[in-house]
């Protein structure tokens, strides 16, 4: 009869043999009851593991798009705000225009209504979000138009003194603005004032913005503009009908020569937030497009997902009771593991 030796190392060593082993699947147990899916899918799947990353590509682009999406909306809002207080801030200067005034007092309080609102509309149209001019067009990093003093203004002064004959500045030539005929204005305005607001004066004097707006891609077929270029005929002609109003020398004209101005700035306004309401429109159709194509590509992530899932998924039942029964094993070895440290030759008789 043979008898094996047991050395009290081995007795030491049994109990913890399996110990990282299952410690290690309790690891995993824990993170897949976290996470809802296998800790490595590669070794569940096997083969099938293509078509899980291939989904998980697809779902991240979805989410990508529909991140984008939120700064196309915001760029969209933020350019529909704009429209909206340029309109109401000149509502109230057409407003005054409208009963043609023609006291000194109510002229002077027009031309400075015409300037603050002149001054605010190139603010308001160099609106930038970010980095990102909106209503630069695809020439985004620069405000799309000068400001009054440095550019517009000059030419204007020119053109005054071209037309009339009158000393610089010519704001201020009282005897020569005085003298300036009903169809002399007209005759200005119809040929060199508007030539400052059509092309290419307007490109190389005004604006500096591209004529495409800016567009997104709100879903993988779609895309839309989602801002408004200022080289738009509402922004030539409410900055046309400003600039009349506000640096013609409307208070020294003669006041049938300064009724000119005022039907005719009048009239070009009215066109002005006529387009600027198009405007508001055409942004509403794009937000309604890129509504549209959020909730499609919503419903299209929560149906890859689902497939992710029924690939990936695990059973959190199941993984409960795993992890139950791993603690309780891995407690049962350090609990046999001290005992059996305890043993001694000492204690038997």
């Known amino acids: 009869m043979r008898t094996s030796l047991i050395s009290t190392m081995s007795l030491n060593s049994a109990p913890r043999t399996g110990l990282a082993e299952m410690q290690e699947r309790l690891a995993a147990a824990t993170k897949e009851v976290a996470t809802g899916r296998h800790a490595d899918t590669g070794l569940v799947l096997a083969d099938r593991t293509g078509r899980t990353v291939s989904l998980r590509q697809e779902m991240g682009s979805l989410d990508s798009m529909i991140t984008s999406n939120s700064v196309a909306r915001s760029r969209i809002e933020k350019t529909h705000l704009a429209l909206e207080d340029i309109g109401g801030s000149i509502q109230s200067l057409q407003n005054n225009l409208t009963g043609l ?34 209503f630069a067009g695809t020439n985004s990093e620069t405000p799309p138009l000068a400001e009054y003093d440095s550019g517009p203004k000059a030419a204007l002064d020119a053109a005054l003194i071209a037309k009339f004959g009158l000393t610089s500045p010519p704001q201020e030539d009282t005897a020569g603005l005085a003298a300036i005929t009903p169809a002399d204005m007209s005759d200005f305005l119809d040929n060199e004032f508007a030539a400052m607001f059509s092309d290419p004066d307007w490109t190389s004097v005004w604006s500096s913005a591209a004529d495409e707006p800016l567009q ?16 738009g005929t509402a922004t030539r002609d409410l900055a046309k009908a400003l600039t ?25 306004m009215n066109a002005g937030l006529t387009q600027t309401v198009t405007d508001r429109a055409m942004l509403g159709v794009s937000q309604q497009r890129l509504d549209a194509a959020d909730t499609r590509m919503r419903n299209a992530r929560d149906i890859v997902e ?12 199941e993984k409960k009771a795993e992890i139950d029964q791993l603690s309780v094993q891995i407690e049962m070895s350090y609990s046999l593991t001290a005992k059996l440290l305890r043993l001694s030759i000492m204690n038997y008789a």
């Open 306 to 317: 689902q497939r992710i899932a029924a690939f990936e998924a695990v059973n959190p039942v």
């Open 101 to 134: 005034p023609d006291s000194t007092q109510e002229i002077a309080i027009l031309r400075r209504q015409a300037n603050d609102a002149l001054d605010k509309f190139v603010s308001t149209m160099n609106t930038a979000d970010g980095r990102v001019h909106l």
């Open 216 to 231: 997104s891609r709100i879903s993988p077929t779609e895309t839309v503009a989602t801002s408004i270029s200022a080289n």
């Open 244 to 268: 009349a109003l506000a640096d013609f020398g409307i208070d020294h004209l003669a006041p049938e020569t300064r009724a000119v101005v005022f039907h005719r700035s009048l009239s070009t």
